[in-house]
């Protein structure tokens, strides 16, 4: 299959690196090649465009920058939060939502997990999340966008329930808040003060970005116990020399998606909204999955009754069409989608289930063709 013919529509799962992003990255792949830790001249010039690096991620977060932790993704990062956080406090528990990204449901099964349910939009029930807190509960977890269904989260009033059963406390057991904004980063405010929260992570390789870089904001006065040892690189926190390009492509992706993301965002929802209403049109029985009103522009996940996804996804390649039946990182996995499960759905009806992620290229015509290519293989199976 040639480039020419593909349409993406998995955003989601992977985006392009932006051409500014990798103008940025290539000096530091061999012209400024030095460990920033040494002492000499070009090092400490690299060691300038690192801190440089920091503080303008840090910008985008309203953070100070000595509250960044590079890390090698978003996977790290959320299990530098999780497993940083509760191997201090043996005997303490931790609350998720039910829709968790695996890389924080699984490092959380570590612990004393309580999962908070989510209504049949995908929005946590707050006042589920209210009765989970007790007083061993010292982290929160929630994600502020859903990779799947792409609901967003009420992260503001989740943070104002936190702040409140941690004045109510008679010990002085912390309680924090951290978010996976992973699938957020392209089009939410990303201000740590303004959303309540005390650990924040972010994926490079979802806006633009190269794969294998993130950063977890850890707020001042916060200690985790690292889960990588050595040199004491990232405040103690995450030691190894650092992947200066990678770091410098994050912030420059960050930059760019943050500064952008207002018109973006307003693009990709008249995209959004045409495949629904086309969709319907062309497809009457198809449902839509996850919130309507607090969605990502970008998000369009459905279920076609009576189709296989699997089945689909293979066919729609053919078509030149490349979508997903959910997590990129759970592609490989013959069970249904635990947050399509968490919804309500039946195991039937996540597996006729199909997620479409638009991005920075795709346009009306990529839309028409998504939803006549999808029509026309669903008719020959009718």
């Known amino acids: ?30 012209e400024q090649f030095y460990n920033p830790a040494a002492t000499y001249g070009p090092a400490r010039e690299v060691r300038q465009a690192l801190t440089a690096a920091r503080a303008r991620t840090a910008h985008w977060l309203g953070a100070r920058p000595s509250e960044i932790i590079f890390t090698a ?27 968790e990204h695996e890389s924080v449901l699984r490092p959380a099964q570590d612990y004393d997990c309580r999962e908070v349910a989510v ?22 977890s929630l994600m502020y966008a859903n990779n799947e269904i792409g609901t967003v989260q009420p992260i503001r009033e989740a943070a104002k329930i936190i702040a409140e059963k941690r004045q109510q406390r008679a010990s002085a057991q912390p309680l924090y808040f951290h978010t996976d904004a992973c699938q957020a980063a392209n089009y939410l405010d990303l201000h740590v003060a303004r959303l309540g929260i005390d650990l924040m992570t972010i994926n490079g390789g979802k ?5 294998q870089s993130g950063l977890l904001y850890v707020k001042a006065g916060l200690q985790l116990l690292p889960l990588i040892e050595g ?21 420059h992706a960050l930059e760019l998606a943050q500064t952008g993301r ?92 199909v997620r479409f992620t638009m991005g920075r290229t795709t346009d009306a015509a990529a839309i028409q063709t998504a939803v006549t290519t999808l029509a026309r293989l669903i008719d020959r199976t009718v």
Do not use: W
């Open 207 to 211: 806006l633009y970005g190269p794969k």
């Open 119 to 140: 209504q049949p939009d995908g929005r946590i029930d707050l006042e589920d999340l209210r009765r989970q807190i007790d007083d061993d509960t010292v982290l929160v």
């Open 73 to 99: 993704g978003g996977t790290e990062a959320n299990n530098l939060a999780i497993h940083g956080v509760m191997r201090q406090f043996p005997g303490a528990n931790i609350v998720v939502s039910s829709i």
């Open 1 to 30: 299959m040639s480039k020419k013919s593909i349409t993406y529509l998995d955003y989601a799962a992977a985006t392009p690196v932006d051409e500014q992003v990798l103008k940025a990255m290539q000096p530091y792949f061999a």
């Open 231 to 251: 040199g004491g690189q990232e405040r103690n926190m995450r030691s190894g020399t650092e992947n200066v390009a990678a770091i410098i492509g994050l912030a």
């Open 262 to 353: 207002h018109q973006e965002t307003k693009r990709l929802q008249a995209l959004q909204q045409q495949f629904f209403e086309e969709l319907e049109k062309a497809i009457p029985a198809a449902v839509i999955n996850g919130s309507r009103r607090y969605r990502l522009p970008n998000n369009i996940h459905i279920t076609l009754p009576g189709q296989d996804n699997e089945r689909l996804l293979i066919q729609l390649e053919a078509a030149g069409i490349l979508a997903a039946a959910g997590s990129a990182c759970s592609a490989a996995s013959t069970e249904p989608s635990h947050v399509l499960g968490a919804l309500g759905l039946s195991d039937d009806e996540a597996r006729a289930s």
